[in-house]
């Protein structure tokens, strides 16, 4: 295979920490399986501000047109100088960004809650199956989050109104559909797309598209749920999921309340994929959880998530599932072998170990 070239951006707050773990797991994943990565590390977010007066310097944005496939960390801290306009601040200047800048349209975030984490779900027990597995489909590049207009105007007498506006074009839902129904004959082959089709000219649209699309996927069993009552069977009977399709915002939500589940955002990976040349995807990888500032800097964080991140990288853009599995093992004889992070540790379970960042990273790279 070619050479991977894999820009690194770990961003903000635990970003450099768990990036550094995750890299070295990639390195030792590359020598055992004699993959050629050329990695190369750029600042993004605040540390992008702070080196380069940007939160995407324009010198990491070439790295990535560079590159096959961006690993990300995590951007954004909240207490850091309020006053910065809001087009300049990372969330938008860097995340959105990017996403539209490669048209990354695709996020797949998986929820996984092992059998050996179940005290870390907030659900009872007998509400967690035989551990929670579902993956949330969720589209990154329409609906209100781009849509225009998007604006606040002043209208005179002390009042402004604020506009956004939800998009969505037969040829956006059809290209999302297909991830998702591609995603689900990978697993259970269940799909539940969710909408708004009872108020929304969006969402009538949605479920239209999505069925039509359907037909050319008789293997896979399709369901249409209203995104509130969507919210209400997560919490409800969430073992009834297997991939869960939703537009923008719809998914954004979803996919934060089904993180819920899984105890801990510091396990949780995602993927979010644009166009496909050749044998490669490019994708962004990155953890679902953000920069948790009141933990940075402490060898506290969970370096999971960045480490799953790589894993999916492997699977998703480089066609390696081989080494995305191994990855995962590697993360699983981890937790077998009883090391917690902070986040995911209870003193009640008397094989676990509490451990820091460094000591779970070094674990899960002699895993490999
Ligand atoms: C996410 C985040 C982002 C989003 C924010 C940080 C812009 O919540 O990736 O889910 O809303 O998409
Ligand atoms: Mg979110």
Redesign the pocket.
């Known amino acids: 295979m070619s050479q991977l070239k894999i820009a690194a951006l770990a961003g903000d707050g635990i970003g450099p920490e768990v990036m550094r773990e995750a890299l070295n797991v990639l390195r030792t994943a590359a020598r055992k399986f004699n993959l050629d990565l050329a990695i190369t590390e750029a600042p993004v977010g605040w540390a992008g501000i702070d080196a380069a007066g940007q939160a995407l310097p324009d010198a990491t944005l070439s790295l990535c047109r560079a590159s096959d496939a961006i690993l990300f960390g995590s951007?954004?801290l909240p207490d850091r100088d309020p006053t910065i306009p809001k087009e300049q601040r990372p969330?938008?200047a860097a995340?959105?960004r990017l996403?539209k800048e490669f048209s990354l349209f695709a996020?797949l975030?998986p929820v996984q809650l092992p059998k050996a984490l179940a005290h870390a779900c907030p659900l009872r027990p007998e509400r967690q199956g035989n551990g929670l597995d579902l993956l949330v489909v969720?589209e990154?590049t329409g609906g209100m989050?781009f849509g225009q207009p998007k604006k606040t105007e002043d209208l005179g007498n002390g009042q402004q109104r604020a506009t956004d506006t939800m998009v969505y074009t037969t040829a956006e839902i059809e290209r999302i559909a297909h991830v998702a129904f591609q995603s689900a004959r990978l697993r259970r082959k269940k799909l539940t797309s969710i909408d708004k089709a009872n108020v929304l000219e969006n969402g009538i649209l949605w479920r239209e598209v999505v069925t039509r699309i359907g037909k050319q996927y008789a293997d896979v069993s399709l369901e249409h749920m209203f995104v509130d009552n969507a919210a209400m069977q997560l919490m409800l009977r969430p073992t009834q999921f297997d991939v869960v399709l939703c537009e923008?915002?719809f998914?954004?939500i979803l996919?934060?309340e089904a993180a819920a589940l899984a105890g801990s955002l510091g396990m949780l990976p995602?993927a979010s994929l644009g166009n496909t040349t050749g044998d490669k995807t490019f994708g962004l990888f990155?953890p679902?959880g953000?920069t948790a500032p009141d933990i940075a800097g402490k060898d506290l964080a969970n370096p999971i998530a960045q480490i799953l991140s790589s894993a999916m990288m492997m699977t998703y853009s480089f066609g390696r599932a081989d080494v995305g599995a191994a990855i995962e093992g590697a993360v699983q004889r981890a937790i077998q072998q009883g090391l917690r992070t902070g986040d995911i540790y209870s003193a009640e379970d008397a094989s676990a170990r509490r451990v820091g960042t460094k000591e779970m990273g070094a674990a899960i790279a002699a895993a490999v």
């Open positions: 951007v954004g969330e938008r995340l959105l996403r996020n975030r969720r990154l989050y923008n915002m998914g954004d996919s934060d995602s990155e679902a953000g």
